[in-house]
């Protein structure tokens, strides 16, 4: 089983619609947790980062649910610029040890 | 320029060739960190260094060769470079501090060909 998995996409919406991605994730023990964003044949960004109570950026929400080892990013309002591939990141415990997941493609449509 | 730069952008090489990416950092930060991305599998660790003269191995170290004699540099040398290890690689940094700051920032990325 791999150490973080998410949806295996790719998502095809249309403008304006709200999209949600999914990340579980298999060691209890991760410490921080990401959404990093990748556009094509490029370096991936980080997003944003994801807290325990949850948090917002613009139409960007972000949840973390430790007891299930799962995370969820909500893009509201989607935009033609929101098309990418989301990187979900689980860092596991004090040291660098980031294990990133194959990541989900979003295709925003006209 | 401040950032992270990778040289070179593309590289085609032969099977048995030793190969040299470069990474560069102009923020300081300790952390550095080799990455290798393919389709299928997402990004993997290759090989991370705390600070200078300071690496450890990640994921998927064989093949792999890395040396940190200055915090700004942290080269990645293939030693005798074979088909799958064809791929896009990706440096990156950190400043390192967990709980405060644990944004990694990627360089462009070297797409390696080995034929």
């Known amino acids: 089983r791999k150490e973080v998995e998410q949806d295996p996409g790719p998502f095809n919406v249309p403008e304006g619609a709200t999209v949600a991605f999914n990340c579980t994730y298999s060691?209890?023990?991760?410490?921080?947790f990401f959404w990093y964003r990748q556009d094509c044949r490029k370096e991936p960004k980080l997003l944003m980062s994801?807290?325990?109570s949850g948090n917002e950026d613009g139409r960007f929400t972000a949840q973390l649910n430790r007891a299930s080892q799962y995370i969820s990013l909500l893009i509201r309002d989607s935009k033609l610029s929101d098309s990418a591939t989301y990187l979900c990141v689980v860092l596991y415990g004090y040291g660098q040890n980031f294990v990133f997941g194959p990541g989900t493609r979003l295709s925003v449509l006209p | 320029d401040a950032g992270i730069t990778q040289s070179p952008r593309y590289k085609i090489t032969e099977t048995g060739r030793q190969v040299t990416l470069m990474c560069h950092q102009t923020w300081s930060h300790s952390y550095m960190f080799w990455y290798r991305q393919d389709l299928g599998h997402g990004l993997r660790l290759i090989y991370y260094?705390?600070?200078?003269?300071?690496?450890d191995k990640g994921e998927v170290p064989d093949g792999y060769v890395v040396s940190r004699s200055k915090t700004e540099n942290f080269p990645l040398t293939l030693e005798s470079a074979t088909r799958s290890q064809t791929s896009v690689y990706f440096c990156?940094?950190?400043?390192?501090?967990?709980?405060?700051?644990?944004?990694?920032?990627f360089g462009p990325g070297t797409r390696l060909t080995v034929l």
């Open positions: 990156a940094s950190s400043e390192g501090l967990v709980l405060v700051n644990n944004e990694q920032f």
């Open positions: 994801v807290y325990s």
């Open positions: 060691n209890s023990a991760s410490q921080s």
């Open positions: 260094s705390a600070a200078a003269d300071i690496t």
